[in-house]
């Protein structure tokens, strides 16, 4: 076995054993099969992603070091495991979620067998875990679940939703977080709001040379 | 405006408006677009549907009466709400939905038009909503959410899947939902190992004859 | 609630209350989800839009105030009202879009879950709403209506078509109108006419030729 | 020649000299590629068709004879003009539509090369024409107009719902089939808030064992 | 009605009534629904099209003059006929193709409702119509037509393999084409065979190295 | 190699050393995968078939022995070729196919790698051939011909079209087929004309109650 | 953890530690998700399964007790691993797979997250994996491995072709299994041979009426 | 006959009759249906290709001189047989492969008509072939074997994966390729642990910043 997975798996299952108390240990899991998945899954690619929901809407920070948890309440942590590639480390974080303190897991693949999100849904039961299709011909894969295994999807490529949909979960036991979640949606709407009435109040064309 | 429609909203109003304790409203709504969609979300259909999962293997009780909750801790109460032929109606529920105590909606729809889900996780939201693709072509319209308006779906016509999904959110914060998950699962892993062992050790053609 | 959003539903009920004349209330009333949308509705996008068959075409005017009317006779107004983030908007101006004068609803929307053309169908009822998927996959859920619900569709993209089919309706009142949409048509086929004799006796190299 | 066609094209032709005043003559004209597309077209098929609109809930009737108009005010008729086997009968139909008094064309076709509705809406412009694909491997051909020639479409199979926008067309210069259609949408909102209530308030087995 | 189309109607149909003998007329008609689609159809698009089967392979010639035909005995003339924007056109073309003495006619058309094909071989029929597809989404609506009204199609943008199709059909008359035809091909061949032998014997990577 | 399959290509090469006149040879060879394929093709399936378009709508007769023709001046003959069962023999059938005397091949087969006409028309070339998918899945391995490899398509199952545009080939040279191709159309022209007639004259209920 | 799940899990592991000899191991494993997918991968289903081609076809036996070897020198076994209700029992298989003897495995599921075979041949690799998607939905899934993660796929329900294929891979060590691949297939092709003279010899309806 | 073919299809049969021992024949087969397929097939493509997978991961050499064998033990051979312009090419090829003392071809075409990994398979069975889709649109018409007829596919462009799947066909023999294959592998997981280990131990922003 080569010795960086063989690592990851003793740290995991060490940690496991750790018995942090939940506010130290990280909230949400995001995992994803490729750190090629990383601007999807997290942030600087075509859309904002999880690390953009978390850290800049949400107030989150990412927890880099499961024995020494951030000044931030609320947190994630981010882990590379390849279902095709290394299936035994797949297996072990998805077994030793629950007992690590995770509440939710994001986890996102993609290509046309993106079968991580699937696999942890399954091992990592009854920890609802979220799944993201990297790619839009992913979308089939990570929602096809047989029944009495559940797994919940966003869209292609939708990480940012599935950051909200993870503190919408965590929300419920967490009324700092519903806070911040109705927060952000305000300034979306009003957003909307201000377009609207600019676009409306000014005609297409001025509104069309908006800087 | 029909009266029928016209009451329930009031109704719904007026139950917001209760302030019930949390023991005492139901956990999660089941909203659909139409009675037709009954069998596919419910039970009775081609699949086991949300009925079967909350009712048969989570011990959950549906409520009837918002005044009057069943002994059962744990309840879902169900309606129909359309998007296309009752938008206020759907407008309603889906506003009140936090103050009458829900913790998870699971809202399901047919068709390709299926707004129902997007619109009541839009104007539910800070809650979770679960979206049902009641028919495989609903799929695509139920998952597109675009960024910002989080939703997250199972696949088309799992319902019963929808009822796990929304169990697992609600045992982040209740053990005896947790350990009925667990149960279910272990039931069935348990019939994947029987049926397997008989199979192989059977052999093919002693299987197929099987009663 | 935010304000802007608040302003304009304010401000759209105020108008309904008006009772303008016909004369002086746009005809067509345009949204759309986002500005995002606003080049393939309306003006500059890789096809000619709605802006440009209505005012290069068919002499109508962009109204930019509901209480001061352009000089020309025909006229539309445009806003952005998200389904999903300004559910409320949304409802306000299909709810009063009959009252307020409008005799044709022009909507597009992008994404997959592209519910503001079937909600604002839905809500504006009996008023013809004309949908327009702004991408290829917003197809299925514009046009994909339950029975009852009326909504007619264009192809995606097509705010020009849209913008004629809205015409050809004001036309069975406005002879006007029918006169203009008759005249564009004559123009069209002319340029085809022109082409295909420069083509055929040019013959294909010197037609490539041309500047 | 075929004499039954060509005696079709002639009695059209005469027909459009006839100078019928508006109430006389039919307000919408059905045509479809073929007569086994009658009971989506019309009645009899798998949902509710344009015949069942109109005549059930919108008071319409049948115009059988152009130059003896029913008694009631506003009327349809029927005709087979295959785009493929009649393009003769096809083009005279499109070409006399308006000359006849036709406000609005419910044009269906099937298979994938579903030409009719196009077709007409090319040549019976500037009438409105409003297409219906009779398969779902119809849409595609219906919908897909190229920029500049306007026809909306209706989903696969919905000629109700065609019938519908038909009349929300017509309804723009005649309140009695506004208040028809008014009429006809509160029948249906209140079904919904009968079925959702029994629903809610008996429960889903019970609701499930009503006759 | 616009000149320059009526123009072409009334050509077209003197031609017709001219009697040429057939050495002298176009023994192919190409047409195409806009100037557009000229790259696919004849020459200098993504792939080699009908003019470069013709003129480079075949020894066809282009005839831009009906009146007047050039030396070479085989001969193609190319017309635009838009089924949308001048119905009467495409019909005129179809109506006189045998006339004026077509043996065979390629039509081709892009978008979703790609009518001029099956138009132009319902209405030219008995003559044999290979219709091209101009675009992927245009294959369906041109190779759909029902039973009782043929045509033939070829793939997507292949106006190459229209042509060569065109010819195997006049070489069942002609032996000069059908010798060209299998001259064409035998280069083909050859330069296969050249190609294999360089790959296998110099090996990949100096193939790749060749210039 | 197997007798029946080593028979069958003697016979084929046999008899293209015979140098029978044109009109003793089948003008049409008529090939398909498998005898599963045969009602879809020939006759009794779920559309009419190229039998039922050659004998019963173009006086054509099948000829089952080569060296003895029928009365009938046009002819066709059938065999199974399959591509991946018997490619000797499908080779065989394709090579000899001029030689035999065949002026048109029309090719049938099922599934996604439908290769028989492609393989066909490749090694029958400069023959004309003319594919058939037999299921809506075979449509694209049918249509989808490399540039310089000409194959004409028609719609999934439809052989009848098949044959009528293998008849309009024949046509160019033989007038008595293109007069029975014609006096075809009329009859279905007809048909239309007079089941329009019944439909409009008689009213919907009417004619749906016809026997 | 469930029993009957952790004795196969035991049992494997222990036969994995026995080190038989390689005649007397299983040559070819089956895995299937479901014990609903055995029609579909053995026998009785709508196509010949993988039961019929090795048992019917190629002289294998179906060994049911690995310590007990059946007389035929070639075997398969056959196991229900699901990779959703059973992960750890889907690794164990694959875990020692090659340790157990097997020289190929064949591995079907449905749905739409057939993750089985691609879990499987992850796990299992070195040893070759052929996937065998259930139903049309599963190809997808099963064929889109990402680069570096090795596993092979037939065609939609066709374990009978995955059980050649495994046959074909056996074949090159095991002449005896050769020789029975070329017999099968000898007498497939003499199939078509009768079947093809017999249809072309008797003509069309004669060979529709045979019993 | 062109020349280039004929020389290269006597070549194979000559080379089949020599009888040269299995060290000293490639291994593999190689066979593309264009030049144009080589980066995809090999090497220098969008992604990694077959090339790459035996020289650079599995220590193969290309043989470009079938009587004078590389040093290395293991080798592959490289050809271009189109199946619609070479048809007899492509047919000596699989013909004489097993007589060549080929163990296993890998057969890669484009285009919807992708035949020749079909067509190679039917000719070369027993041999295993194994079919690479080019492109995308490929895969349905490469993994459709009917019943009978087996093939294995890979996903579409994924040579590479064919190149390890053929290598483990040939481990079943060679313990050297077994060997080769595992360190590949443990490579490859080596580098997902690393990856997984920098991404969560120094957190997004930091590892998105690494070179």
Redesign the interface.
């Known amino acids: 076995?080569?010795?960086?997975?063989?690592?990851?798996i003793d740290r995991l299952h060490e940690e496991a054993a750790l018995d942090h108390p939940d506010e130290e240990t990280p909230d949400v899991g995001i995992v994803m099969?490729?750190?090629s998945d990383?601007?999807t899954m997290?942030?600087?690619g075509e859309?904002?992603g999880a690390?953009d929901a978390f850290v800049h809407e949400l107030d989150f920070a990412?927890q880099?070091?499961y024995r020494d948890s951030p000044d931030e309440r609320f947190t994630f942590?981010?882990?590379?495991?390849?279902?095709?590639?290394?299936?035994d480390?797949m297996?072990a974080y998805a077994d030793t979620a629950e007992e690590r303190g995770l509440?939710v897991i994001i986890a996102g693949a993609g290509?046309?067998?993106a079968?991580l999100p699937?696999?942890t849904?399954?091992?990592a039961?009854?920890?609802?875990v979220?799944g993201v299709p990297v790619q839009e011909?992913s979308?089939?894969?990570?929602?096809?679940?047989?029944?009495?295994?559940?797994?919940?999807?966003?869209?292609a490529g939708?990480s940012?939703?599935?950051a909200?949909?993870a503190?919408?979960?965590?929300?419920?036991?967490h009324d700092a977080i519903?806070d911040r979640?109705?927060e952000y949606?305000?300034?979306?709407?009003?957003s909307?709001?201000?377009?609207?009435?600019e676009?409306?109040?000014?005609?297409?064309?001025l509104?069309?040379d908006r800087g």
Chains 1, 2, 3, 4, 5, 6, 7, 8 share one sequence.
């Open positions: 076995m080569s010795d960086s997975v063989a690592d990851l099969g490729s750190d990383l601007e997290m942030t600087g859309r904002r690390y990412e880099t070091n942590e981010t882990y590379v495991t390849s279902a095709h590639r290394t299936p480390l297996t509440e290509g046309k067998s079968d699937n696999m849904a399954s091992i039961y009854p920890l609802p979220i011909k979308v089939d894969s990570v929602i096809g679940m047989p029944t009495g295994a559940p797994l919940v999807a966003v869209d939708k940012f939703n599935a909200l949909s503190a919408q979960i965590l929300a419920r036991q519903r979640l109705v949606h305000e300034e979306l709407r009003e909307v709001g201000t377009v609207s009435q676009l409306h109040d000014g005609g297409t064309p509104f069309q």
